[in-house]
Antibody
Framework: EVPLVQSGAEVKKPGESLKISCKVS????????IGWVRQKPGKGLEWMGL????????RYSPSFQGQVTMSADKSISTAYLQWSSLKASDTGIYYC????????????????WGQGTMVTVSS | EIVMTQSPATLSVSPGERATLSCRAS??????LAWYQQKPGQAPRLLIY???TRATGIPARFSGSGSGTEFTLTISSLQSEDVAVYYC????????FGGGTKVEIK
């Protein structure tokens, strides 16, 4: 069983909205922070933010604050990442991932990863 | 923002030889560091957390060390399946990734 399963690839035009999902199974969804990580084509990893599904407490990287919105639906163990107006620079692979420890712990890592959702934004 | 700098950008190592990857933090981060392996077309995989603790199922040839601002990931005997890009990430203040080191077979 794959713990984090993400929605499929998307092709969008600039200015369009988008919501991608991350379905969790195999552990208690509300007890672990979920992170989102972007990887632009041929580039490295960028941390976007974290959300705690238990109370939907969301923390955003300064680089992504105001650019995306994270949410979670406890009833279906699913986390979401959404954009209200996409830009070409949003093109990339988006991974959801599970944070191993509590958010304030330095003994931490992203120990489970989804397969990634490829988002292409092009006119 | 804490900047993580990895070196070298590319590392070529013969099979069975040791590979040593470095990660430097712009500020002291205690031992709040993780290492990941990403193979082509795959999601990253957690190798090491808390600078030196191997994650579940990670082979013993992978080891991490360091504290403060200087960290090292060592692959004691490189195998062909270790060809990948390796990233460090700090968890001291927010979370930032290094730029990655690509490991290839010489």
């Amino acid at each position: 069983e794959v713990p984090l399963v993400q929605s499929g690839a998307e092709v969008k035009k600039p200015g369009e909205s988008l919501k991608i999902s991350c379905k969790v199974s195999g552990y208690n969804f509300i007890n672990y922070w979920i992170g989102w990580v972007r990887q632009k084509p041929g580039k490295g990893l960028e941390w976007m933010g974290l959300i705690y599904p238990g109370d939907s407490d969301a923390r955003y990287s300064p680089s992504f604050q105001g650019q995306v919105t994270m949410s979670a639906d406890k009833s279906i163990s699913t986390a979401y990442l959404q954009w209200s107006s996409l830009k070409a620079s949003d093109t990339g692979i988006y991974y959801c991932t599970r944070l191993l420890g509590f958010i304030t712990s330095g003994d931490n890592g992203f120990d489970m990863w989804g397969q990634g959702t490829m988002v292409t934004v092009s006119s | 923002e804490i900047v993580m700098t990895q070196s070298p950008a590319t590392l070529s190592v013969s099979p069975g030889e040791r590979a040593t990857l470095s990660c430097r933090a712009s500020q002291r981060i205690s031992n709040s560091l993780a290492w990941y392996q990403q193979k082509p077309g795959q999601a990253p995989r957690l190798l090491i957390y808390a600078a030196s603790t191997r994650a579940t199922g990670i082979p013993a040839r992978f080891s991490g060390s360091g504290s403060g601002t200087e960290f090292t990931l060592t692959i004691s005997s490189l195998q062909s399946e270790d060809v990948a890009v390796y990233y460090c990430q700090q968890f001291n203040t927010w979370l930032t990734f290094g730029g990655g080191t690509k490991v290839e077979i010489k």
